[in-house]
């Protein structure tokens, strides 16, 4: 048997949201919008996060399956697909009343021997730019 377990951060937030609108409130999640993968509108971000009514009036297509929420909403008028890894999310509580929890975000661990050389410009002591390879 395996000392490594999976997160169990999933099946908190699935929990949750079930007692949440089991309650017959609103449930509301708190996105790190700078996560790896999360797509939600930019022009609602705040402070590289993002609140979102999860409500299953308020969404459609709502999939809580895998590593991922989607679902899609409406942003002032425009349907918008949004895929939230679980990871990505700080917090789920309800609106009403503010009851729920928060969570960690971890960022995932990134191989320092993948990244891409860039090039930059630079401009030498005469003051024209050169090329040179940044590692």
């Given at each position: ?10 099946y908190?937030?699935?929990a949750?949201?079930e007692?949440?609108v089991d309650?017959?409130?609103?449930p509301?999640?708190?996105?790190d919008?700078e996560?790896?993968?999360v797509?939600?509108p930019?022009?609602h ?6 609140v979102?009514?999860?409500a ?5 297509g709502?999939?809580m ?6 679902f ?13 890894p679980?990871e990505a999310?700080a917090a789920?509580?309800?609106?009403e009343?503010?009851?729920?929890t ?19 410009v630079?401009p ?7 090329l040179?390879i940044v590692?």
């Amino acid at each position: 048997m395996s000392d490594e377990m999976t997160s169990n951060k999933p099946y908190l937030i699935r929990a949750f949201y079930e007692w949440i609108v089991d309650n017959e409130l609103t449930p509301y999640i708190a996105v790190d919008a700078e996560y790896p993968n999360v797509m939600v509108p930019l022009q609602h971000i705040n402070e590289g996060q993002i609140v979102l009514n999860i409500a299953p009036e308020s969404v459609g297509g709502f999939a809580m399956s895998g590593e991922v929420i989607e679902f899609n909403a409406r942003f002032g008028g425009q349907l918008e697909h949004l895929y939230i890894p679980f990871e990505a999310i700080a917090a789920i509580y309800a609106r009403e009343n503010g009851v729920g929890t928060s969570f960690a975000v971890d960022y995932p661990e990134v191989d320092e021997s993948a990244t891409e050389e860039v090039d930059t410009v630079k401009p030498d002591k005469k003051g024209k730019p050169t090329l040179s390879i940044v590692k």
